[in-house]
């Protein structure tokens, strides 16, 4: 007897690629979680985004398939209207929820001649039941001021207190209420095996947001921002994105350096500033540039040739007073021990040839003493130098964009 056998064979055939297909159309509404408090008057701001292939579209835009948004649905429980801001279309709705029933409210996209439907949720929210009160941190106290029988509590239920103790110098936080004993201290047999005490650590003590109410040295620490507040809530010292801001306190003992500004009034005993040895016989010019080197106060010491001093630009050092001494002591004057004064170039610079010699000793044939003349009037000597006379302060301020010589001895020369 014959037997017959039937086989199925499945054939596949491949197929030719067909054309590319639209980009994918993906609509986001942001934010895309509306939960007004219940009995709280709120605006929600949403934004319709339409996303062609990932890429956003803008609002009302005819050259690139013309999005726009139809209106939503009228109701008295909320008033809407709408915003375009930059090509970005936002929905503006105002309500007052009286209770947590959600809202909803469709409305349809078109963008090519093709409709989209979406809608906005809004779900109400209110204040849940009041919780009880938490317990409150106990600590850190040392383990050795704590008598057997000491109670420790967790924190738990019922519990008044979150106990933390200090065992070797290491902070142990309480996770199961107990009764203190001479040996269940933190890290012992009794204590691991009942899970008493967990060593504190971020996750403890940092991260859970419990804050040792005693003094504690931290070796190393590092934060984003630290906020110091007085009594009455005002930062008085912020350190913040690079920035330090101290509104309050004392400083001892400390260095400024660099360019610093300060602003205000500034009361001081003693303010001064060092004086700078200026110019050698070989180096003749000296120009004051107090970012460089800070100081108002120079001198010119024996000098054996002409000297030369220039003042830096008054528009920028506005009240700066910079004093200049020449000190001539151990040889006689003569004119080509002279130390002249002149500005930039461009600043004017107001003096007086206030120097006026009397009694004339024809025998030495030199002048018995040099006075100040004080009704001679400023020049500007902006273009030129100026003698400095020796042996006196030479003194001169900055006042509104121009140098003025406000004390010392000057010839006119």
């Known amino acids: 007897m014959g037997v017959t056998k039937t086989q199925v064979v499945k054939f596949i055939r491949k197929g ?19 939960t007004p408090k219940v009995g709280v008057s709120s605006t929600l701001r949403v934004q319709v985004a339409l996303y062609d292939g990932g890429r956003l579209i803008g609002y009302n835009d005819e050259t690139d398939g013309n999005m726009l948004c139809s209106t939503l649905p009228t109701s008295s429980a909320y008033k809407w209207t709408f915003r375009v801001e930059s090509g970005k279309f936002y929905f503006v709705i105002m309500l007052t929820p009286t209770d947590t029933t959600a809202i909803s409210l469709p409305f349809t996209i078109t963008y090519k001649g093709a409709k989209y439907d979406s809608v906005i949720t809004i779900q109400p929210v209110a204040d849940g039941a009041q919780g009880k009160q938490g317990a409150t941190l106990r600590g850190p106290q040392a383990w050795s001021d704590c008598a057997n029988g000491y109670s420790f509590q967790a924190g738990g239920d019922g519990d008044s207190w979150k106990d933390v103790v200090i065992y070797r110098d290491n902070y142990y936080s309480c996770i199961k209420s107990h009764t203190k004993t001479a040996d269940n201290y933190p890290g012992s047999t009794v204590a691991n095996n009942n899970k008493y005490w967990q060593l504190g650590d971020k996750v403890e003590l940092v991260a859970s947001k419990i804050l040792l109410a005693t003094y504690a040295l931290v070796k190393n620490l590092g934060v984003e921002a630290i906020d110091m507040k007085d009594a009455n809530g005002n930062v008085v010292f912020q350190a913040k994105d690079g920035n330090v801001v101290c509104n309050s306190g004392t400083f001892n003992n400390i260095t400024v350096k660099g360019n610093s500004t300060l602003e205000g009034i500034v009361k001081a005993q003693l303010y001064y500033s060092p004086t700078k040895t200026i110019t050698t016989a070989t180096n003749r010019e000296y120009v004051i540039n107090p970012q460089v080197e800070p100081c108002c106060s120079f001198l010119v010491d024996e000098p054996t040739n002409h000297r030369y001093v220039t003042l830096p630009k008054a528009s920028l050092y506005d009240g700066l007073e910079i004093q200049i001494f020449t000190k001539l002591l151990n040889s006689s004057w003569n ?18 040839a206030n120097s006026y010699a009397i009694e004339w000793d024809s025998s030495t044939k030199k002048y018995g003493a040099v006075v100040e003349n004080y009704q001679a009037e400023y020049k500007d000597y902006g273009d030129t130098t100026v003698y400095m006379c020796p042996n006196c302060v030479c003194k001169f301020k900055s006042i509104n964009g121009a140098w003025y010589a406000i004390e010392g001895l000057y010839t006119g020369e």
Request: overall charge neutral; cysteine-free.
């Open 335 to 352: 004119t080509n021990k002279m130390t002249f004064v002149k500005t930039n170039g461009s600043d004017s610079l107001y003096v007086k």
């Open 16 to 34: 030719d690629k067909g054309d590319a297909g639209e980009n994918g159309i993906t609509i986001s509404l942001l934010p895309a979680a509306l």
